[in-house]
């Protein structure tokens, strides 16, 4: 009687054991076809136009180069489709994503060193968007393909109706929201607008993201370097406590923030501005192409962000190419990390009117104002060459980010919390992933 | 199907519901009967079922233990940590927290679907053919994709005066609600939002239940003088006990598990008022790329299921003797 049982267990064991054999060890060099087809995937909506761009630039880098490469959008959750690739041990060939992903993708083992040498058109990179794709280490791991900076999109209509100016500094900007949100800029006659459109739901870290673009103008910053690559928390300080302060200001005793902004990501808060329900709101160039087909290019304009107390630093970021581990055509990777950063590629990047792949062009071959006659990118360019700032290069930029992104999201949330016990809180936090990655000052 | 095939063979053994198998590997081996076939045919049957079970739920479950222990990076080689992962779980604020919302939305959401479930089912048992368009009706939340269940209810919850249930709490003079974007109302909001979902359900299967309680006693009760409600405490909750117990394992499970409400709606927020142990679980693990001690999160929960499964079935039991 036990017998059978015996039989049983054994088939389940052996069976769970050669599936658990199948998972080789780590790090061993994949045997490589310069034929094979280059998998790529990129983080924009499946079957948008952002997509149709990228499969612009993919035919393109077939044509110079004869390499085939096969296309995937993702959107939602991509890091996540990415991590589970990366258990499975088969990651795409080249990745599309932010340039601020590089810390969490370097860290984990998932990027490819680049080999400059190998790029032939990496010399004509700027040489800070190069400086994005380097790890906390100084070796190249991602290789900037776009770059962009945000500006500040006011509904024109709105504001030219209620005769104001375009702000210059904090006051007149928060005045304005303040007009947007009570003085019915649409004439509906309701108070149904808002002042600013903000997402400020902790997903991805969104909260942080959008509220860079205030501290950095305060002078405040989420952490500052000691020197020697240390850092340490620096959300106490008085600059950070005064954007906080102004930024809640805003949400909490002006209601100027559109409302449920705490549970937004982008995708509803860029419908908040598109459907007449917000009168500003700071983003990259990326959504003008979106907003000239649902809004009207005529209803809004764009505008460099108003100086804060300090200058009217904003977020830089961008696209970089990664080249994934596990490759099996490491050849087909760094010739299409070359195309896509060559002349050629960045202009096709740039090409139509709506989805563009490339936002500014990170070769300083490219002139912007020849590829897009539209003053708006001129603007563009500018603040991103004048004000643009990227986060800086730690091991991995995430964990600031989500723990940043948790405390704004409470703050605008609850405005019956304590704004200093919480800074306290956060960088208490910081303090924690800073130890955690090793580059905390002693 | 076992205990078809296994009932006639020769030494009728007393086992044969629960193990199918032991029948024939008995001692005494008497010859064997048609349809007894051979040792290994009931095997074949459940091979499907078995290969199925062992690729998608023993083999992952097998892993996510071993990746408990382990500090996951598929490239750079796995690295065994101990039980470090179950410590920074245990020790975190966020998970203790978590845990604590976890319990009581698992609570909330349990005692509200069952009451309202209940009320739902008494409200329409019988015969009549419209009541079956009705129950239809009320049944259509739980066939709807929860993604469009989540969107209806921030639609729903929009937290101006504008907004389609503030409008209504203003015919009573209430001043709008944040519901789900204020910490203070954002758990009770999605705790309604999975009562609402949940309730027909249980409503389903309490119709079923009360179908099976004996008439006669609604009317030996009326008989003695016993009114409405107390005919539905002392007849119809005592004859529904077993379907109390069914549904009360499955929604703390369910409760213990919640997971796409929560991530839809708040994703923890606002200020980590309706963090869950599951959405804080695919944090770790998915967002920040710490699988391990996501996995570890994963198997304390499985347990804690495991734990309750066992207690109410313990205590069940007790109570049949």
């Known amino acids: 009687m036990q017998k059978q049982w015996l039989i049983g267990a054994g088939i389940l064991t052996s ?79 080249i990745v599309l994503n932010d340039v601020s992903q590089l810390g969490t993708l370097h860290s984990q083992g998932l990027l490819r060193e680049i080999d400059l040498d190998k790029i032939k058109n990496s010399k004509d990179i700027a040489d800070s968007g190069l400086a994005s794709g380097k790890s906390a280490d100084g070796k190249q791991y991602g290789l900037p393909y776009s770059a962009q900076a945000s500006a500040l999109l006011i509904r024109k209509d709105w504001r030219e109706k209620l005769g104001l100016k375009v702000p210059q500094n904090w006051d007149e900007f928060t005045a304005m929201a303040k007009e947007f949100t009570t003085k019915d800029p649409d004439g509906n006659g309701k108070q149904d607008t808002a002042g600013l459109a903000a997402p400020l739901s902790t997903k991805r870290g969104y ?62 808060t860029n419908e908040t501005f598109e459907a007449g329900k917000a009168g500003m709101y700071v983003v990259g160039p990326y959504l003008l192409p979106r907003f000239d087909k649902s809004l009207g290019k005529d209803k809004y304009e764009v505008v460099p962000m108003p100086k804060g107390p300090k200058d009217a630093t904003v977020l830089a970021e961008g696209g970089s190419v990664y080249l994934m581990a596990g490759s099996d055509n490491q050849a087909g990777q760094d010739a299409f990390a070359d195309y896509a950063v060559s002349a050629e590629g960045q202009k096709l990047g740039m090409q139509g009117t709506e989805g563009n792949i490339v936002q500014l062009p990170v070769n300083k071959t490219v002139d912007i104002t020849k590829e897009r006659p539209d003053a708006r990118w001129k603007t563009y360019a500018d603040i991103y060459s004048t004000s643009g700032r990227y986060a800086p290069s730690i091991p991995n930029w995430t964990p600031v980010r989500q723990a940043t992104a948790d405390t704004v999201n409470a703050l605008v949330a609850d405005c019956g919390i304590d704004t200093a016990s919480k800074l306290k809180e956060l960088d208490s936090k910081l303090q924690g992933v800073l130890e955690e990655q090793g580059i905390a000052a002693s | 199907m076992s205990v078809d095939q296994v009932r006639p063979s020769a030494n009728g053994s007393a086992v044969a519901g629960a193990r199918p198998t032991a029948v024939p590997a008995a001692k005494s081996r008497p010859r064997r009967s048609r ?87 008494l409200l329409m048992e019988g015969q009549s053919r419209r009541l079956g368009f009705i129950r239809s009706a009320a049944f259509l939340p739980v066939v709807v994709p929860i993604a469009v269940v989540a969107e209806l ?116 927020g606002p200020d980590g008022s309706t963090e869950v142990v599951m959405t804080l679980i695919y944090k770790l693990g998915l967002e920040q790329n710490r699988l391990g001690v996501g996995a570890a999160g994963a198997v304390l929960l499985f347990l804690a299921t495991l734990v309750l499964t066992v207690c109410v079935h313990l205590f069940r039991r007790r109570g049949n003797e």
């Open chain 2, 35 to 121: 349809r007894a076939g051979r040792w290994w045919t009931p095997w074949l049957f459940l091979a499907p079922a078995l290969l199925l079970f062992l690729y998608f739920k023993f083999i992952p479950m097998f892993n996510a233990i071993t990746m408990s222990f382990q500090e996951v990076q598929p490239y750079l080689g796995n690295k065994w940590v101990g039980a470090d992962n179950y410590k920074t779980v245990l020790t975190s604020d966020g998970f203790r927290e978590a845990a604590w919302h976890t319990v009581v939305l698992a609570v909330g959401q349990t005692a509200g679907c069952l009451v309202l479930g209940l009320a739902l089912a």
């Open chain 1, 15 to 93: 069976a769970v054991l050669l599936t658990g054999c199948s998972s080789g060890p780590a790090g061993t060099q994949t045997k490589q076809n310069p034929d094979a087809p280059l998998e790529l995937w990129t983080r924009t909506t499946p079957g948008g136009p952002g997509e149709k761009a990228t499969l612009k630039l993919a035919a393109g880098f077939e044509k110079a180069t004869g390499k085939k490469v096969k296309v995937t959008a993702i959107f939602d959750d991509f890091e996540t489709k990415l991590q589970q690739r990366a258990a499975q041990k088969n990651l795409p060939d």
């Open chain 1, 207 to 268: 909260a942080s993201w959008y509220f860079s673009n205030f501290l950095w103008a305060a002078g405040g910053d989420f952490i500052t370097e000691t020197g020697g690559g240390k850092y340490k928390p620096s959300m106490e300080t008085p600059e950070a406590t005064k954007a906080v302060q102004w930024f809640r200001d805003l949400g909490c005793k002006d209601k100027a923030i559109q409302p449920g902004a705490v549970t937004m990501d982008t995708p509803p």
């Open chain 2, 153 to 268: 209810w921030r639609i729903m919850y929009h937290p101006t005066g504008d907004g389609m249930i503030n409008s209504l709490l203003g015919l009573f003079g209430s001043s709008p609600s944040g519901f789900i974007n204020d910490p203070h109302t954002s758990m009770a909001s999605i705790m309604v939002t999975g009562i609402w979902r949940g309730a027909p359900y249980d409503m389903m299967i309490f119709l079923a239940g009360l179908g099976s309680v004996d008439r006669g006693l609604y009317e030996a009760a009326k008989v003695d003088g016993a009114g409405r409600f107390q005919r539905i405490r002392h007849v119809t909750v005592p004859g529904l006990r077993s379907v109390f117990s069914i549904l009360f394992i499955l929604a703390a499970i369910r409760g213990l598990r919640v997971f796409t409400e929560v991530f839809l709606l708040t994703n923890g």
